[in-house]
Each structure stands twice: as C-alpha cells, then as structure tokens.
C-alpha cells in the first residue's frame, strides 16, 4: 500500500518568509499526489493534486509542489507566507484498493505564521 | 454549486449511546467516502460508498456501519460509543469514476464528543 510522511507536525514561519512543508512518499509506482489544507473548523480543501502530467504543479493561494521521483518528495511550498495561510496542511496519496480509489493522509503539518 | 453538507455539525452523547451522522454530496457526485480525524491518528479512512455499495472498508470495527441512499445522500452510524469515538467526522464526495486522480471534496465535519 502507498503512503505518504510529512516531516514536522508544526511549521512556524514569519509573514512574508519562505513557507516549506515537507512531504515524502512511499509508492512502487508512479504516484498520485495531493496536498489539501483545513482551516479551523472547516473541512478539507484541495490546494493542488500531481497527476504526472507536470512535476512542478501550481496550485490556489500562491502555492505550489514540485514532483521529485529521485527524492520520493512533493513538498509545498509558497513564496512569501500571509496571516490567513495558518492552517493545517495535509499530503496524500492515492491508491487503488478492491479497484478502486482509496486515499490515504499523511499525519498533518500545522503551519503557524507570526506576525 | 452547493458543497457537502453535513448535519449535525455538533453532538454529544454518552457511551453506549448509538449515533447516525448524515452527509449530502455535492449534486452530480455519487461517491461518498467518510472519515475519522483526531488529534493523534489524523484522517483515517471509514468507507465509501458508490451507488448505494460500499467499494471500499478501513479497519474500523463492526460498530461502524454506513449505507448509502439513491439520491447519492450517506448516513454513518456508530453504535455502542465509546470514549475514543470523540473525534470529527468527515465525509468527502466525488464524481465517482473511482479513478486516482478523481479530486475529494469535504464537507465541514461533524464534531462528535462522547462522555
């Protein structure tokens, strides 16, 4: 089965700094990558999906992720961080399962920007 | 387009007590998937449903169930509740084709706390 890790349950960055989310994957083929985000109290929602089509995939609000099958990566990253990125970042991974899709989550990585 | 809906946004019971929760998926979605969130063990897959079947299981127990109806809505139910029920209750929808790249979209969850 794939799976995805994500490096660091939280992220503190400073407004307007670099924000780097790290997510590695485990897969014995070409994956099919995602990284959603939640705000609190919210459900999930999808910032950009890898679809082999690009290794480098932009996605809303200024982010993007870009495919690295040497390092089995696709880490999230944005430019310069705002106030309303704080939120939680998920990875995942999708998979077939009895034929059909199933996705799998990493653990989470809140991000917290200060000010 | 309206988005998932999920009712109850908020419960509380008590152990032993039984829960249904319900999802609406988006209009012309037929795939409803459903999933657990805490703290510790982040998102894990329940089920999902496509045309009233369920495709797809995780590995939670028996006292977890959910069914499907024709007009694509899906229901989960918990029996028996336990104190490590507590955790938000996701359900995801989309258009169903089952394939790898097929994109979820969430509802916003229903906040279920047993004590």
């Known amino acids: 089965a794939q799976s995805v890790t994500q490096l660091g349950s939280h992220v503190s960055v400073s407004e307007g700094a670099l924000v780097l989310l790290r997510c590695n994957y485990s897969?014995?083929?070409?994956?099919?990558l995602f990284w959603y985000v939640q705000y609190p109290n919210q459900g999930l929602q999808l910032l950009l999906k890898?679809?082999?089509?690009?290794?480098l995939v932009k996605g809303i609000n200024g982010f993007e992720a870009e495919f690295k099958k040497s390092e089995t990566s696709f880490h999230l990253t944005k430019p310069s961080a705002h106030m309303s990125d704080a939120a939680e970042y998920f990875c995942a991974v999708s998979d077939y399962r009895w034929g059909y899709q199933k996705v799998t989550f990493g653990i989470g990585t809140k991000l917290q920007v200060i000010p | 387009k309206a988005g998932v809906t999920q009712t109850p946004r908020y419960l509380i019971k008590t152990r032993g007590q039984q829960v249904t929760l319900s999802c609406s998926p988006i209009?012309?979605?037929?795939?409803v998937s459903w999933y657990q969130q805490t703290p510790g063990q982040g998102l894990q897959f329940l089920f999902e449903y496509f045309s009233e079947t369920q495709r797809n299981k995780g590995n939670f127990p028996g006292r977890f169930s959910g069914r499907q109806f024709s007009n694509s809505r899906s229901e989960m139910n918990v029996s028996t509740l336990e104190l490590g029920d507590s955790a938000l209750y996701l359900c995801a929808s989309s258009s169903a084709g089952g394939e790898l790249t097929d994109t979820q979209y969430f509802g916003p969850g229903t906040r279920l706390t047993v004590l």
């Open positions: 897969s014995s083929v070409p994956p099919y």
């Open positions: 890898y679809t082999s089509a690009a290794t």
């Open positions: 209009s012309g979605h037929r795939s």
